[in-house]
């Protein structure tokens, strides 16, 4: 499997730290509003990379932050009227919803920078301890130029950073040493929230929260670091800085970003008034369809967000949803149940698009190349079965049908949906059943909701329900 390193700047055999383990850190979103669909591409990437790990037999420990401080929580907290604290976890409830609704797993670890402040003081004050760090009038600065290896991953020369190509100039580099030295600690304002440390109250700088977190979570040393294009300079480069100056070894080993987004050939932004949140797609389309389109184009490659496209990715996703459609339809019906000799010849002949579906994405991910190979399964299954074909047949084509969608977190065995006071009804139907000792009924009732996506739990307070 390969994949292409941005520090670099080639594709390279993936050889994990540990046999069989994955260790990958994805930065999350800042959450002071509904995620926006650039928010929506690196979650829908690497979500798909972990999976396809996953169906490589990988074990993998995918850690994904919430950013739950920043200056941007403190403005809407102001606005509202309410606390910072408030507003971030109304914001994560409404980020995970999105991303349920794209179907993206949660992550092994959801860490929140605001419960992992003193991780961040240690770190800090080790940097300190060993030169790379220092405190002036309460803040904290890191010495950039102590660090030797700065610019390795975004392959700038300090030197032109300082002639002003690119700054890392923040507020008060009166007193620092350096201007391209960047903040590791900050004293707080009046209204902000605040955290007690060695040099002042206040909060940690962006840069420090991702290294400490990845740190906790998967160690000093991990597989995979990934993220948007943007996040390269300063927010990566600043995160090896730091991790490599405390740590004393390499942070990671591969890092991944996925190129950026735009909307109707323009960078989206709300002065353009082209801003769009994942909410609002939802409202016109199945989320499903957001994610079939991200991984239309290969993740590395800028992609072009606009209506025809979501309506021919609408159109494309629904043909593999007809095709299992029509396979589960032919099984109810099928009268043979096991495979006859030309199926079992047929059915091996599927292996050629596995090999297809295969070879794109061990080559650096291609989701592209990867939705062309189920294409071609679906085409291969449209025109060799019908009402003849025999149970087993038609059941494996559906299970491989599923397996490779799963690995591209789409949905095409759709479950039927049931409305709340149907499951009420059958509920009590079962309730009744049980009374009676008809205990087959009950449990065939049981059976049925589950196959529709819904878990009973018999409790002392009665029987509650959840989707599964």
Not at 30 to 53: K, L, Q
Not at 201 to 223: A, F, N, T
Not at 283 to 288: C, G, I, P, S, V
Request: net charge negative.
């Amino acid at each position: 499997m390969k994949l292409y390193n941005t520090l670099t700047k080639r594709k390279e055999e993936f050889v994990p730290l540990e046999e069989g383990k994955v260790k990958m850190y994805v930065c999350g979103p800042t959450v002071y509003n509904f995620i926006h669909i650039g928010n929506a591409r690196p979650m829908i990437v690497f979500d798909t990379v972990r999976r396809y790990f996953e169906y490589k037999g990988y074990d993998v420990n995918y850690v994904s932050n919430f950013t739950d401080v920043d200056d941007k929580i403190i403005k809407k907290a102001i606005e509202e009227g309410t606390s910072a604290d408030e507003v971030s976890k109304r914001f994560i409830e409404e980020c995970k919803k999105d991303m349920a609704g794209m179907n993206v797993k949660p992550a092994t670890k959801h860490p929140l920078a605001t419960e992992e402040i003193c991780g961040m003081v240690e770190m800090i004050q080790t940097l300190i301890d060993k030169g790379y760090a220092y405190e002036k009038n309460g803040t904290v600065y890191f010495r950039t130029r102590q660090f030797k290896e700065y610019g390795k991953l975004s392959h700038k020369n300090l030197d032109d950073l300082r002639s002003g190509e690119r700054s890392l100039l923040v507020t008060g580099e009166d007193e620092k040493e350096d201007p391209l030295d960047f903040v590791l600690w900050k004293p707080k304002k009046e209204g902000e929230p605040a955290w007690q440390s060695p040099w002042c109250d206040g909060r940690p700088g962006w840069h420090i929260e991702c290294s400490v977190m990845s740190k906790k979570y998967l160690g000093e040393q991990i597989d995979i670091h990934a993220g948007g294009e943007d996040l390269v300079f300063p927010h990566h480069e600043n995160e090896i800085a730091q991790s490599e100056a405390a740590n004393g070894k390499e942070f990671a080993k591969y890092w991944m970003h996925n190129a950026f987004l735009n909307i109707d050939n323009h960078k989206m932004s709300k002065s353009l008034g082209n801003f769009r949140t994942v909410r609002e797609i939802s409202e016109q389309y199945d989320l499903q369809v957001l994610r079939f389109f991200m991984l239309s184009a290969h993740y590395r490659s800028p992609l072009n967000f606009s209506a025809d496209l979501m309506e021919s990715s609408k159109n494309a996703l629904e043909r593999i949803v007809n095709a299992a459609d029509n396979l589960k339809y032919l099984m109810k019906n099928a009268k043979a149940e096991a495979m006859t000799a030309e199926e079992k010849e047929a059915y091996a002949k599927t292996d050629a698009f596995v090999d297809g579906f295969e070879a794109a994405m061990d080559d650096d991910f291609n989701t592209a190349d990867a939705v062309a190979s189920v294409f071609d399964l679906v085409k291969y299954i449209n025109t060799n079965t019908d009402g003849e074909s025999s149970k087993e047949y038609l059941k494996n084509l559906f299970d491989l049908l599923v397996k490779l969608t799963d690995v591209l977190g789409l949905i095409v065995d759709k479950k039927e949906e049931i409305l709340a006071e149907d499951i009420e009804k059958l509920i009590e139907e079962r309730q009744v059943a049980r009374k009676a000792k008809d205990f087959a009924r009950a449990d065939a009732i049981r059976d049925e909701l589950l196959e529709k996506g819904i878990v009973l739990e018999d409790t002392r307070e009665g029987v509650k329900w959840k989707k599964a």
